[in-house]
């Protein structure tokens, strides 16, 4: 998978948040650091960035929509469309969510 910046998960700490200076006095909900970002000397999108945090929390989720979208704090419904704009749903992914819009649409 593609990155545009570079991540390590080891100890359930991103190598941004390892290498952040403690005394920064950044720090992000639930006491974690605020990440070091780093645009690469090319340069990137936020389109980019994006759609790696989404493979990203799919990964660490082992692919459980709930659980990728609790960890990017956005809903369900926002991750899948997401999923969808960046072609990263699966098949029994594509069913699950097409139930779940025609059940809340039909009022279930």
């Known amino acids: 998978m593609y990155l545009p910046f570079s ?3 080891t100890g359930g700490r991103t190598l941004f948040e390892r290498t952040a ?3 920064n006095g950044q ?3 639930h006491g974690r650091m605020l990440p070091r970002l780093y645009i690469p000397q090319g340069g990137t ?5 994006e759609r790696a ?3 990203l929390a799919m990964r660490q989720a082992n ?3 709930t659980q990728a979208a609790k960890l990017l704090a956005i809903s369900r419904d926002a ?3 997401k999923l969808k704009k960046f072609g990263l749903m699966h098949g029994e992914e594509e069913e699950g969510a097409s139930q779940s819009s025609s059940d809340s649409s039909s009022g279930r």
């Open 63 to 65: 692919r459980n929509q």
């Open 53 to 55: 945090m989404v493979e």
């Open 21 to 23: 200076a403690p005394d």
């Open 45 to 49: 999108s936020l389109e980019e960035v």
């Open 7 to 9: 991540v390590s998960e």
């Open 79 to 81: 991750l899948c469309y």
């Open 27 to 29: 720090t992000l909900a």
